[in-house]
């Protein structure tokens, strides 16, 4: 078992490489196409989704952003125009999620710069 010192290393360790990494994502896609690393990530799971038309209820179950965290987070994607938000006609407590196509495209570079910062922080 270890020690309560060498458990708080290992902790503080991998926060350390999380913060590094999130700060250059978030530096880099600032920089790329004005994306914090939160709306990447709310992008990046909008076209990973299974579902053809993704709701923001399912995408806040897979993220680690509050509730309005996320819809802050969709607000300013769909303001850029890489998504479109509409409400569900059967349960008009539902909102659909839609990638646009100038989305796909900033997703696609986006994804580019998500691999390169992965590749030179964690090998």
Request: glycine share 4%; aromatic share 4%; proline share 2%.
């Amino acid at each position: 078992m270890k020690s309560d010192a060498e458990l708080k290393s290992a902790w503080r360790r991998l926060a350390s490489c999380y913060n590094g990494i999130a700060c250059e994502l978030d530096r880099r896609m600032q920089h790329a196409h004005g994306l914090s690393m939160s709306d990447f990530e709310a992008l990046d799971r909008l076209m990973e989704s299974t579902c053809e038309r993704p709701r923001m209820n399912e995408l806040a179950a897979e993220m680690y952003l509050s509730p309005s965290a996320l819809s802050r987070s969709v607000a300013r994607l769909e303001k850029a125009g890489l998504v479109t938000r509409a409400l569900c006609e059967s349960d008009r407590r539902g909102v659909f999620v839609d990638v646009t196509d100038r989305g796909r495209s900033v997703h696609a570079d986006a994804v580019k710069i998500q691999h390169e910062v992965l590749d030179a922080q964690l090998n």
